[in-house]
């Protein structure tokens, strides 16, 4: 006889702990974006430039998504965790004294380099702890987490504290300062709790154990159509949240009121996180639910575009987190359930998905960035996020084919 939710009390704090490193992550994350109107006139970057900074944690998942997942699997996620916390807080409190463009830049990426541990550590924590049909709900939970910090630099971060620290700079700094006290806490918790001992097999990083990983990983093809829908969603959540604020902004919103505006984004994709994963295991219909989420962000982007700044904006921020929000712990949660994948691979799965997804997570934002120099108007990259959202339609539908 199976397990109760009840018999994972344990399991399931030991994950809201986690979450904790997204919800820091996230925070230090998107402050950059949240200031970014602020840094681009304080540090005179291009429309080109600032989206690129928007992109740049993205970027870095490209060439080291993999690998990351690779190392994920063998060390385990709680020392992963410890790691990537550190070296993201740690390039925060550097970020903070960036003096131009090119240091901003750096210090970005090699917060990104931290970032990778946690996007893949959390759903290996997930995997180890729970069996593969209970992890929609955890992984909801570690999302949320994530969805917290990125409200609180919107909504909190960018009009309250950092005026009250002083500016984004000090932000910058004191926001590292509590991620790196975190992952030091979190590193005692782990080790306390033993959660890497829990690993099934310990393959080392031997080079056949690795080819063969990889081989398995990369011609999975249900994973593969994972990889793309995981490459539209990146796109669509990286290319409107980051600059979301700098849109509405320019449409004469006060700066209080978009970044309030964004954490409504953020608290309707929370909504998307909740409910979506939860419905989709009680019907057993995950793949179905990616084709309704698709659809949903489709429907709300267009509302972004045509609501200038009335009621019906609103109704495209709400709708748009709504479907976007669903998509994410979906993609989380279907690689330990597929064939072949299992918890085992978890981390190296969803590492090829991000390798490649991170892409669209780059691409986003830059597109948005650049569109907007060379047409003076944000609605050409909106209809690229738009096409994203079509693309996760068409690709759940494939999925959906192949599990019949």
């Not at 989206?51 to 060390?75: E, K, M």
């Not at 904006?313 to 709400?318: C, D, K, S």
Request: aromatic share 8%; with cysteine; hydrophobic share 50%.
């Amino acid at each position: 006889m199976g397990r109760s939710s009840a018999d994972y009390r344990r399991e399931y704090a030991l994950v809201a702990l986690g979450a904790l490193s997204y919800t820091c992550l996230m925070f230090v994350w998107f402050s950059l974006p949240a200031y970014l109107p602020v840094i681009i006139d304080e540090v005179g970057l291009s429309g080109t430039q600032a989206g690129v900074l928007a992109g740049a944690v993205p970027l870095t998942y490209i060439p080291l998504a993999l690998f990351s997942g690779i190392a994920v699997d063998r060390i385990g996620p709680g020392r992963s965790l410890a790691a990537g916390v550190l070296i993201y807080g740690v390039a925060q409190i550097a970020r903070s004294a960036a003096p131009g463009f090119p240091s901003l830049l750096a210090t970005t990426l090699l917060l990104g380099v931290g970032a990778t541990a946690i996007t893949f550590g959390l759903p290996k924590l997930v995997g180890v702890l729970f069996p593969p049909e209970k992890t929609g709900r955890p992984s909801s939970i570690y999302l949320v987490g994530a969805s917290a910090g990125s409200a609180l630099v919107f909504g909190v971060g960018r009009p309250v504290i950092g005026p009250w620290l002083g500016g984004w700079r000090p932000l910058f700094f004191w926001s590292g300062v509590v991620a790196v006290a975190y992952g030091l806490a979190w590193l005692v918790v782990a080790q306390r709790a033993r959660i890497d001992d829990r690993m099934a097999d310990d393959d080392g990083f031997s080079l056949e154990s690795v080819v063969a990983d990889l081989r398995l990983v990369l011609s999975h093809r249900e994973l593969q159509l994972v990889v793309v829908i995981g490459t539209m969603y990146l796109l669509l959540n990286h290319g409107l949240q980051g600059w979301l604020p700098t849109l509405l902004e320019s449409r004469g919103l006060p700066t209080g009121t978009a970044g309030r505006a964004t954490s409504l984004l953020i608290a309707a994709y929370v909504g998307g996180v909740l409910a979506v994963p939860e419905l989709a295991d009680r019907f057993g219909a995950r793949r179905s639910a990616l084709m309704g989420c698709g659809t949903v962000a489709f429907v709300g982007i267009l509302g972004v575009i045509a609501g200038d700044t009335g009621p019906l904006l609103v109704a495209g921020i709400v709708v748009t987190g709504l479907g976007v929000g669903g998509v994410s712990p979906l993609v989380r949660a279907i690689p330990p359930d597929l064939e072949g994948i299992g918890a085992r691979l978890t981390g190296t799965a969803v590492g090829f998905i991000f390798a490649v997804g991170e892409i669209g997570g780059f691409v986003g934002p830059v597109l948005v960035g650049a569109l907007r120099d060379a047409t003076g108007s944000f609605v050409p990259g909106l209809a690229v996020l738009a096409g994203g959202a079509l693309v996760v339609v068409a690709a759940g539908a494939a999925l959906h084919s192949l599990a019949e």
